[in-house]
């Protein structure tokens, strides 16, 4: 290993600023002598007065260096429109929030690594999580042969093992945050707490970093261009990732997209934590809505099948297998005539989806109603193709039964 002109070893730590990372630049600094440098990865999750709260926490605590990098439209453009493309909800429930946000994050700082040539990578995770795996992983795969330091997981740290040693420290922050582990992100928050670690129990209201506010019910237009968000009530953005935080505005006060995941972590053991995603829970029920109307059955079906593959795999932090790229290729294609109108009625805790308008809409009435009347076909029509269409079963039943010697 390399060391720097001080003679110390030089690591870049992924740092959002919370208990996990605070602790480790305390240790990796004071118990181990590293020279750290920070990075925190901004996906969607930080005001500017957030950063550079951090940015100052960071340097207060003794880091060589802090950088901020922006990759949120980075991270709409690599991974959440094909979550969007393909509908992704976890086990039918979660928009994979922070499973796609550590994967650009674990990027991003791998990229760090290699521009100050460190020595070593250090992250927050602990061992009992997923995100141990999604960084490791991808940190093996994009700079290889560095070492990786996780002080959290190693030492086997209790959040309260963490705040005890941080305050013998004399570090000052907001301890009674930190009994919640939040991760904000575009695409979601997650919390974490106590509540969470057993398998009953739900978060108090105050755990939610976004208070219900908004009262009475409200109808929001989304319109979508070839599977993207680009407008909302007729505002449109210069990029998706601006719509989804528009959207977010909007729906976040309802208390809409709160709800418990209940998963398998990547390392076989069950999981729960609770999130928050009112743009993505809404955006997801509105897109699938315009493609029930605008895709055929077939693409409908394949979709799925497809989709549910890619959320599982990325979910796993597989987003470097080649098979992704494959996978959203077919995604990207099946979006051509995902345009349209989609209009959605939010009320507190909860919204529906009201309808949509488009042009590609296979709903039309010149060929028939459903249920009510037919006018692209005739009656004879139908007659002769329920009976084809049944023809081989047929076969099967009548030689089945004189084989047998039914009647």
Request: aromatic letters at 10%; a negative charge.
């Amino acid at each position: 290993m390399s060391e720097t002109a001080n003679g110390k070893k030089r690591v870049v730590l992924g740092f959002s600023g919370g208990l996990d990372t605070t602790y480790c630049v305390k240790y990796l600094t004071e118990d181990k002598g590293y020279e750290v440098h920070s990075i925190i990865v901004n996906t969607g999750g930080f005001s500017e007065d957030e950063l550079q709260k951090i940015e100052q926490h960071a340097y207060k605590l003794g880091v060589k260096t802090h950088t901020t990098a922006d990759a949120v439209e980075g991270y709409y453009d690599r991974i959440i429109k094909y979550l969007v493309f393909g509908n992704v909800l976890k086990n039918n429930t979660y928009p994979l929030s922070v499973s796609a946000e550590r994967l650009v994050q674990a990027l991003h700082i791998a990229d760090h690594v290699k521009a100050l040539n460190a020595d070593a990578v250090a992250h927050g995770s602990t061992g009992a999580g997923n995100d141990q795996v999604r960084f490791d992983m991808v940190f093996h795969i994009m700079i290889p042969g560095v070492e990786i330091i996780t002080p959290i997981r190693d030492l086997k740290l209790s959040r309260e093992q963490e705040i005890a040693y941080l305050k013998e420290k004399g570090v000052e922050m907001n301890f009674e945050k930190a009994a919640y582990s939040i991760n904000k992100g575009l695409w979601g928050t997650s919390v974490g707490g106590r509540e969470t670690l057993s398998s009953k129990g739900l978060l108090p209201e105050e755990a939610w970093p976004t208070q219900v506010t908004a009262e009475g019910s409200r109808e929001v237009k989304l319109s979508f261009e070839k599977g993207e968000l680009i407008s909302v009530d007729g505002n449109t953005f210069e990029h998706p990732a601006k719509a989804i935080q528009y959207l977010q505005s909007i729906a976040g006060p309802y208390g809409i997209g709160r709800d418990i995941h209940v998963g398998d972590t990547i390392i076989g053991i069950k999981g729960r934590v609770g999130f928050e995603a009112a743009a993505p829970m809404v955006i997801l029920k509105a897109h699938h809505a315009l493609e029930k109307h605008v895709l055929t059955k077939w693409q409908l079906s394949w979709k799925d099948t497809i989709a549910n593959f890619y959320g599982n795999w990325l979910h796993e932090g597989q987003i470097l297998d080649p098979v992704m790229r494959d996978i959203e290729a077919f995604l990207q294609s099946s979006q051509q005539s995902v345009s349209g109108d989609v209009y959605v009625g939010l009320q507190p805790y909860r919204f529906q989806v009201a309808g949509i308008e488009s042009k590609y809409d296979l709903m039309s009435s010149k060929f028939g109603k459903y249920g009510e009347m037919n006018s692209g076909w005739s009656g004879e029509d139908v007659r002769g193709f329920s009976k084809i269409f049944g023809n081989q079963t047929s076969m099967y039943y009548q030689v089945k039964n004189e084989a047998e010697g039914n009647s």
